[in-house]
Structure formats: C-alpha cells, structure tokens
C-alpha cells in the first residue's frame, strides 16, 4: 500500500493531548502505523544501573504518534490540512493528491 505520510512531511496533529500541534515527519514505521515527529512525543526512562552505566540515571527517549492522528499541512501560511489520496498523473506514474484542494498534486 504507497504512504500517505512520508518523511519530511509537515503534519498538524489532530486529536489528543498534543491536538494543534504542527510538526515535520522524521520517519515513518509502516508495522507500528506511527511516525516520528520532530519535537513532539518525548518521554523519560528510568535506567537501571547496568556495567555499560554503573550510575544509572534517566533517558530521553523518542515515542512515535499514530499516523491516524495526523493530517498533512498542504498550506503552511494558514496551517491548513487534506486527507491525502492517490492518483495516476499523465505519465502514469502514481501520485499523491491533496483531497480538500481539488485532488491537486502533492509535490
């Protein structure tokens, strides 16, 4: 199945605690049905003391969003977003297409 969100993409989230929230895509995990998001989604491990870090401590780890609760950014002025589509183009070639701009071709 193509991706309706790839990396690099500007995505609003769009329900949850972090609702509003506009962020660019770092990756994708396809089997989880998440992505990464550049600032967003950051939590704190406790580290058991271990002989590689005998002091222990705490870590900052990076937690992925559900990709059902992101929407694409097609204008960043006014941070408005589409569902995403797909489409043959003229060459034939599959494309994505921006579904509340009239089907307009996501670059």
């Known amino acids: 199945m193509a991706a309706r969100i790839k990396k690099g993409d ?5 329900a ?3 609702k ?4 660019v895509v770092e ?19 406790q580290m058991k ?7 222990g401590g705490s870590k900052t780890i990076h ?6 609760k992101l929407a694409l950014v097609i204008d960043e002025k006014t941070s408005k977003t589409s569902r995403v589509g ?5 060459d034939g070639a599959k494309v ?3 579904r509340q701009a009239k089907n307009k071709e996501i670059k």
């Open 10 to 14: 500007k995505v609003k989230i769009i």
């Open 63 to 68: 937690t992925p969003v559900d990709l059902s």
């Open 86 to 90: 797909h489409s043959k183009n003229a």
């Open 96 to 98: 994505r297409v921006a």
């Open 27 to 45: 990756s994708v995990l396809v089997k989880k049905n998440a992505a990464l998001l550049e600032g967003v989604g950051t939590a704190t491990r």
């Open 16 to 18: 949850g605690s972090l």
């Open 49 to 55: 003391p271990s002989r590689l870090n005998p002091m």
């Open 20 to 23: 509003g929230t506009t962020a």
